[in-house]
């Protein structure tokens, strides 16, 4: 079945620092999601990318979706506390109508 | 209504004893999922409910797993005979078209 791989597991930054979390399904994607998670919370989206090799921007956070629809990245510039939790990949297979499949997430502590 | 509502939010079972999860998603919302999540892993897919369409079960861990959802709304899942392995946090989450809104989750403990 779908198999949506995320590393690294673990990611502990300085403040100010940068961080990037890597995303790979083992099929193409209709397309991928991501999700924050804060520590006692769930996971809240954050954006969607549907074509191939898409870039989006929400401040100081970067998404990016392979060419091939089978990778995704995230990556924050100038970490800050807030930034704290865990992210996920999630990759959904049947269009809009398909099942959601996640990542395992990248823990992310920032150091101030 | 306003977001995803589960309940309990909290749960304490013996081992041996069923439990019963509920979620009632955003109304309209045709697709529901059901996750399980151990303190500080990921999501583990469950079942996914679309529509009228069959659920996709595949990820259901033992024939102790179900789950239903009655028409088209609010969905159950059903944990028989508990186990302490099953202690998690079991979350839902329900989407219209792209992005899937979580409910803040049922923690359940078997003792």
């Known amino acids: 079945g779908q198999q949506v791989m995320q590393i690294p597991q673990y990611q502990h930054v300085q403040e100010g620092e940068d961080f990037t979390t890597y995303c790979n399904s083992s099929?193409?994607?209709?397309?991928i999601q991501w999700y924050k998670q804060r520590p006692g919370g769930h996971p809240v989206f954050l954006i969607q990318?549907?074509?191939?090799?898409e870039v989006k921007k929400q401040k100081r956070l970067t998404f990016q979706f392979g060419e091939a629809k089978k990778n995704s990245s995230l990556h924050i510039t100038a970490t800050q506390t807030t930034d704290v939790g865990t992210y996920f990949c999630?990759?959904?297979?049947?269009?809009?109508?398909?099942?959601?499949?996640f990542g395992k997430g990248t823990k992310l502590s920032v150091k101030p | 209504g306003a977001g995803v509502s589960q309940s309990p939010s909290n749960k304490v079972t013996e081992k041996g004893k069923d439990v019963e999860l509920r979620c009632d998603p955003i109304?309209?919302?045709?697709?529901l999922y059901w996750y399980r999540q151990s303190l500080g892993q990921g999501l583990e897919f469950l079942i996914y409910?679309?529509?009228?369409?069959?659920?996709?079960k595949s990820g259901l861990p033992s024939d102790r797993f179900s789950a239903e959802r009655t028409g088209g709304s609010v969905s159950t899942l059903t944990i028989q005979r508990t186990q302490q392995e099953d202690s998690a946090v079991y979350l839902c989450?329900?989407?219209?078209?792209?992005?899937?809104?979580f409910g803040s989750g049922t923690r359940l403990t078997v003792v």
């Open positions: 409910f679309q529509g009228n369409s069959a659920p996709d």
């Open positions: 099929t193409t994607l209709s397309n």
């Open positions: 989450a329900s989407s219209l078209v792209d992005r899937a809104h």
């Open positions: 999630a990759g959904q297979g049947g269009g809009s109508q398909g099942n959601l499949i």
């Open positions: 109304s309209g919302h045709t697709a």
């Open positions: 990318l549907v074509k191939s090799g």
